[in-house]
């Protein structure tokens, strides 16, 4: 065997590992444009006016361009006819249950990550928490459904089964009426997302604490400041871009959860946004499974305008997360 | 004023410095060690290490890799602390302070003593707050009394006339041999009674570092400073007293001239003339 042909076999075989790297990446992201294509056409009967779209692509009149998109579908709450349907009641509970997913996840989550990585001893007992956290992060999310059907829709029995025996807290009409058990409403929600987002918000933000260099711990530490000064005024706001970021990735798979509401049995069909905590809603996701599980064409369709809205929004959130780490990105040392 | 000239003409050799005014040990001793022991886990670090660091002179520890003199050093103000499997044992008294105590307020003895480290490591803050942080955290100051002691510790790091006119720029735009002087400006800035240095001027160049050595010989006029250099001719340059440490021990320690020109120990004698280290 020549030295000639061993260097064209090394060359070859660079040229083939390329090729198939290339492969791998063309087919990744040809998979994930046929998927939005296939999502596109079926739902932009739903989406967008023909009349106007026509209008405005075929005869070039730009008054019409408003008209494109069927606002009604928006605007409207679920329906049994296909034409009159629309995700108002869906976006505006996801909105609401995504909001008290966050105000509890983020102080909670963080702070826990702050006590573990600045103040914590390192032993066998952390070291057990740790791996028990990054167990539960990968634990399927319809677990957490159970968890929160038991916990906090249920309240373990404590407070009966029958409606009518329920605590309740605050005049009927405040936003804040409280009802124990909380039963199936936006509190028993958010509560079941904050499981299903702390252990993902906690290992994030364990990763930003952990990049911050220690040379900057020591400097803090090494003029006297206690580990509470230092962890608060030097090292938290050096991880606060990478945190944020966490935090919006982990709202973002939030917003995306549909089992473990399922599980806690929130509303097939919801005519009216949320009035208070206690009050029963709809998200996003279960109005697409809904829709898409029911036998008729059409609401397969609806199905497919509402996965397109919800990409759309799931896109606006990554991509908020990304320029924020860019523009709040500095160096540290 | 600092030199902005070194006199890098003159060949460095191991010789004492020419220009010493006082005398290189002086009655009061600010740092008392003795019998000092340190362990990493079940590894020995330091032996029986007793030593006395005298007030308003630079003593230098010097040393080859490995001998525990930056851990040494760690332990006079309980940076230690923060390794996991440190522990010692002995005497170390600050002014009749006992260091090792575990009831004495570690935040407290931080702020009596302060630390240069080997890589200038300025928050990534404006100029005027990486001086502002430390002397805030002690107490309230007013606005002006601030600005006065921002001032003050960066003139006394020989830093002001180059970064009066950016103070809030970030810290981190500086060089760094800048970096190291603000990094000085900010540990003087809370007011210490002893200044460590580790190896403060291994990280930069020549320049630099002839800057950062005049200004060590000039905060010994207000400071107790502790160097540890594995540069014989910087110890030689800086110091006034030198202590020799090898393998966890220490082999000698004595006024700098003495050190290099007649050592007393045959270790010391072969370390400061290069046959090992």
């Known amino acids: 065997m020549s030295a000639i042909s061993i260097r064209t076999r090394r060359i070859l075989k660079n040229r083939a590992f390329l090729a198939l790297c290339l492969f791998s990446t063309s087919a990744t992201i040809l998979i994930l444009a046929l998927l939005i294509a296939s999502i596109m056409v079926q739902g932009s009967y739903f989406l967008f006016n023909s009349d106007a779209l026509s209008a405005v692509f075929a005869h070039g009149e730009l008054s019409q361009l408003t008209k494109i998109i069927r606002w009604e579908f928006l605007t409207n709450f679920a329906s049994r006819f296909p034409e009159k349907a629309g995700i108002y009641a869906a976006v505006i509970g996801s909105l609401w249950v995504c909001a008290i997913c966050a105000l509890l996840a983020l102080p909670l989550g963080i702070g826990t990550a702050i006590y573990l990585e600045e103040f914590a001893p390192k032993n066998r007992w952390t070291a057990l928490v740790d791996f028990n956290i990054r167990n539960l992060a990968g634990v399927?999310?319809?677990?957490?459904?159970?968890?929160?059907?038991?916990?906090?829709?249920?309240?373990?029995?404590?407070?009966?089964?029958?409606?009518?025996?329920?605590?309740?807290?605050?005049?009927?009409?405040?936003?804040?009426?409280?009802?124990?058990?909380f039963g199936q409403g936006l509190l028993a929600g958010g509560l079941t997302l904050m499981l299903v987002v702390l252990p993902i918000v906690i290992i994030s933000s364990r990763?930003?604490?952990?990049?911050?260099?220690?040379?900057?711990?020591?400097?803090?530490?090494?003029?006297?400041?206690?580990?509470?000064?230092?962890?608060?005024?030097?090292?938290?706001?050096?991880?606060?871009?990478?945190?944020?970021?966490?935090?919006?990735?982990?709202?973002?798979?939030?917003?995306?959860?549909?089992?473990?509401?399922?599980?806690?049995?929130?509303?097939?069909?919801?005519?009216?946004?949320?009035d208070n905590l206690n009050d029963n809603f709809t998200v996003l996701p279960f109005q697409i499974f809904n829709w898409a599980g029911r036998p008729q064409e059409s609401f397969h369709q609806l199905a497919a305008s509402a996965i397109v809205v919800l990409l759309i929004a799931l896109i606006c959130f990554n991509g908020v997360a990304v320029y924020l780490r860019q523009k709040l990105r500095k160096p540290l040392a | 004023m600092p030199d902005t000239q070194p006199n890098l003409a003159k060949p460095a050799t191991a010789s004492a410095p020419t220009t010493t005014t006082t005398s290189p040990v002086s009655e009061h001793?600010?740092?008392?060690?003795?019998?000092?022991?340190?362990?990493?886990?079940?590894?020995?670090?330091?032996?029986?290490?007793?030593?006395?660091?005298?007030?308003?002179?630079?003593?230098?520890?010097?040393?080859?890799?490995?001998?525990?003199?930056?851990?040494?050093?760690?332990?006079?103000?309980?940076?230690?602390?923060?390794?996991?499997?440190?522990?010692?044992?002995?005497?170390?008294?600050?002014?009749?302070?006992?260091?090792?105590?575990?009831?004495?307020?570690?935040?407290?003895?931080?702020?009596?003593?302060?630390?240069?480290?080997?890589?200038?490591?300025?928050?990534?803050?404006?100029?005027?707050?990486?001086?502002?942080?430390?002397?805030?955290?002690?107490?309230?100051?007013?606005?002006?009394?601030?600005?006065?002691?921002?001032?003050?510790?960066?003139?006394?790091?020989?830093?002001?006339?180059?970064?009066?006119?950016?103070?809030?720029?970030?810290?981190?735009?500086?060089?760094?041999?800048?970096?190291?002087?603000?990094?000085?400006?900010?540990?003087?800035?809370?007011?210490?009674?002893?200044?460590?240095?580790?190896?403060?001027?291994?990280?930069?160049?020549?320049?630099?570092?002839?800057?950062?050595?005049?200004?060590?010989?000039?905060?010994?006029?207000?400071?107790?400073?502790?160097?540890?250099?594995?540069?014989?001719?910087?110890?030689?340059?800086?110091?006034?007293?030198?202590?020799?440490?090898?393998?966890?021990?220490?082999?000698?320690?004595g006024p700098t001239d003495g050190m290099f020109t007649n050592p007393k120990n045959k270790q010391t004698e072969d370390y400061v003339t290069g046959r090992f280290g």
């Not at chain 1, 929160?148 to 807290?169: C, E, P, V, Y």
């Not at chain 2, 001027?201 to 010994?220: F, G, K, N, Q």
């Open chain 1, 140 to 181: 399927p999310s319809i677990v957490y459904g159970i968890l929160g059907l038991t916990a906090f829709t249920r309240m373990f029995g404590l407070f009966g089964s029958d409606k009518n025996s329920a605590l309740s807290f605050g005049p009927d009409n405040a936003w804040w009426h409280i009802q124990l058990p």
């Open chain 1, 207 to 274: 990763e930003a604490l952990r990049a911050v260099p220690s040379s900057l711990r020591q400097a803090s530490l090494a003029i006297g400041a206690t580990p509470w000064q230092t962890a608060s005024k030097i090292t938290l706001p050096a991880a606060i871009p990478s945190i944020l970021t966490g935090a919006i990735l982990a709202m973002s798979r939030a917003m995306g959860e549909a089992a473990p509401l399922l599980v806690i049995g929130i509303p097939v069909f919801i005519a009216n946004t949320p």
């Open chain 2, 29 to 253: 001793i600010t740092l008392r060690v003795k019998d000092f022991n340190a362990w990493y886990g079940a590894y020995q670090a330091l032996h029986n290490i007793t030593l006395n660091i005298p007030s308003q002179r630079v003593t230098s520890l010097i040393g080859p890799s490995g001998c525990g003199k930056s851990t040494f050093l760690r332990w006079i103000n309980r940076m230690n602390d923060l390794v996991a499997n440190a522990r010692a044992q002995g005497v170390m008294q600050l002014d009749k302070d006992d260091v090792l105590d575990r009831a004495f307020d570690v935040v407290e003895l931080r702020r009596r003593v302060g630390m240069v480290f080997q890589k200038p490591n300025p928050f990534p803050k404006s100029i005027y707050e990486n001086i502002a942080f430390g002397p805030r955290l002690h107490k309230r100051f007013h606005r002006s009394d601030l600005d006065a002691l921002v001032e003050q510790s960066l003139r006394a790091a020989a830093i002001w006339d180059e970064v009066k006119d950016r103070l809030h720029n970030s810290a981190l735009g500086l060089s760094g041999g800048q970096q190291q002087r603000l990094c000085i400006a900010r540990a003087i800035a809370v007011g210490p009674e002893v200044l460590l240095m580790d190896e403060p001027c291994s990280a930069l160049d020549p320049r630099s570092t002839a800057s950062v050595e005049a200004l060590i010989r000039e905060l010994r006029q207000t400071f107790t400073i502790v160097v540890v250099t594995h540069n014989m001719q910087q110890a030689a340059r800086v110091s006034d007293l030198t202590a020799f440490f090898f393998e966890g021990k220490l082999i000698e320690a």
